[in-house]
């Protein structure tokens, strides 16, 4: 892949007595939200997003006015969701939509009370009702699931694609091009000072344990001992049972054992999405006693999702704001009430690999902040070659308003990572994330 359309979102909303802009964007990457090999990108997955973007957006307007966010946002979402089951349109991908248009609408109502995310969803001006769409959640509040205040700093988990070159003598055998950005895994850490990983696993048994133990030599030269590490398995096994298999082979080596009994975090969906909630794999799950932390992500479709997974023994889920705002903090509130239940916490954690600025990345940071998740996936910087797609204006203003995330780095401005962290503060003062509304007419647009 050398290019992605990214797509931005920009609504008007009357709010708390006044009308008010706001804005929301994403990238509309090939293969994620629908895994299918048999489409094409331009003919098949762009015009799929493309409509449930467009469908969501139309339902929001055709919702008219609503008593709280809450209420409208919940409409929003049993529509998208009642018309995709009748157009066999996965659930994820429907999310996606909702979530679009949930953020653009989000922004509005946080500029409209001159309030930053965390403060507007504590304080509960939402209106945000858990016990309606998960009644054992009654008695819960956004104030008893949120941090009284977001993170400052978030950790940077540096994916370690399949294809990424490792070490700088591997590099210098290599022809690449040259942004000024670090190229292989070794010069990120060295550049930002990485302690977070996440390995992305092909489901080949023998290929994945000499990778790991090639990568695991990498992290120990470069990063220390201290670092720690999640496994991505890429809907790569058809069973948690061969996974198991795997995860055996895996830890036979001395190398490897020594590594993850030490580091590993957790493995983020092992089992392709069509069997992860199945009662096949909760059974086998149920088998494994001695299983490394397992969640979800790609499989977390709907509301049902993450207390489905939870029932059949997975240890958690992602949260990524294409799959909702409201949606993560019904997460959020999950993991609180489990917690409280069975003193077990759930893992919640912070995924997107290739989340770019000028709002995307910002708006996600400032819900990883909100909710308090302390490390996040996060590669689009590098891959996209920070903001260098954007006017010199643009990049001047983000570097203005967020100079504490942002720094220029040789011809353009590009995220600034500081000892593997990410500095918040211009991200957890703005309304949601942004703090200049961009105006999306200087970007290209297409009728769709």
Same mark, same amino acid.
């Given at each position: ?30 293969? /994620?939200? #629908? ?33 709280? &966010?809450?209420? /409208? ?41 001159? *309030? ?24 819960? #509040? ?31 055998? $290599? ?33 994945? $344990? ?17 670092? $720690?590490? #999640? ?8 069973? +948690? ?5 795997? /995860?055996?082979? &895996?830890?036979?080596?001395? %190398?490897?054992?020594? &590594? ?27 088998? /494994? ?5 397992? +969640? ?21 889920? *992602? ?10 903090? &019904? ?41 308090? +998740?302390?490390?996040?996936? $996060? ?61 999306? %007419? ?7």
């Amino acid at each position: 892949m050398t290019e992605a359309p990214h797509l931005f979102v920009q609504t008007t909303v009357e709010a708390n007595g006044q009308i008010v802009h706001g804005i929301s964007s994403d990238g509309l990457p090939p293969k /994620w939200f #629908t895994k299918n090999s048999d489409t094409a990108f331009q003919d098949d997955d762009l015009p799929s997003m493309l409509r449930v973007i467009r469908n969501a957006a139309d339902i929001g307007v055709q919702l008219g006015r609503r008593r709280s &966010f809450f209420d /409208w946002w919940r409409g929003l979402y049993q529509a998208q969701h009642d018309w995709a089951d009748e157009n066999g349109i996965e659930q994820l991908l429907a999310g996606f939509g909702v979530s679009l248009i949930e953020r653009a609408v989000l922004d509005a109502v946080c500029r409209s009370l001159n *309030s930053p995310l965390h403060k507007v969803l504590r304080e509960n001006a939402l209106e945000v009702d858990f016990r309606s769409l998960r009644p054992q959640l009654r008695s819960i #509040t956004p104030a008893d699931v949120l941090p009284n205040r977001p993170r400052s700093k978030v950790a940077i988990r540096h994916t370690v694609g399949l294809s990424d070159v490792l070490s700088n003598t591997e590099h210098a055998n $290599r022809d690449a091009s040259d942004d000024g950005l670090p190229y292989t895994l070794e010069e990120n850490i060295q550049t930002y000072g990485i302690r977070y990983f996440k390995i992305k696993l092909c489901g080949d048994a023998a290929a994945d $344990r000499d990778r790991l133990r090639e990568i695991f030599q990498v992290i120990e030269r470069t990063a220390g001992t201290d670092a $720690r590490f #999640t496994l991505d398995g890429n809907e790569s096994f058809p069973t +948690i049972e061969v996974f198991r298999r795997a /995860w055996t082979d &895996f830890l036979a080596d001395d %190398s490897i054992r020594g &590594f993850a009994e030490r580091s590993l975090l957790f493995v983020e969906q092992p089992v392709d999405r069509a069997a992860t909630l199945s009662d096949d794999c909760g059974r086998d799950l149920a088998e /494994w006693t001695d299983a490394p932390p397992i +969640i979800i992500d790609e499989s977390d479709a709907d509301m049902s999702s993450f207390p489905r997974a939870l029932e059949l023994g997975y240890s958690g889920t *992602s949260h990524k704001n294409c799959k909702g705002i409201l949606k993560g903090l &019904f997460t959020l509130a999950t993991v609180f009430a489990n917690e409280t239940e069975s003193g077990t916490r759930p893992i919640l954690s912070a995924e997107d690999l290739g989340n770019v600025g000028p709002v995307a990345l910002l708006q996600d940071l400032a819900s990883v902040a909100t909710f308090g +998740i302390s490390h996040v996936e $996060r590669n689009g910087h590098h891959y996209f070659a920070g903001l260098s797609m954007f006017s010199d204006e643009l990049q001047q203003l983000m570097l203005e308003h967020h100079g504490d995330l942002y720094s220029r780095r040789g011809g353009f401005v590009a995220l600034n990572p500081q000892n593997g962290d990410l500095h918040l503060d211009s991200v957890n003062a703005a309304p949601f994330g942004l703090q200049p509304l961009i105006d999306v %007419s200087q970007f290209a647009s297409w009728d769709f």
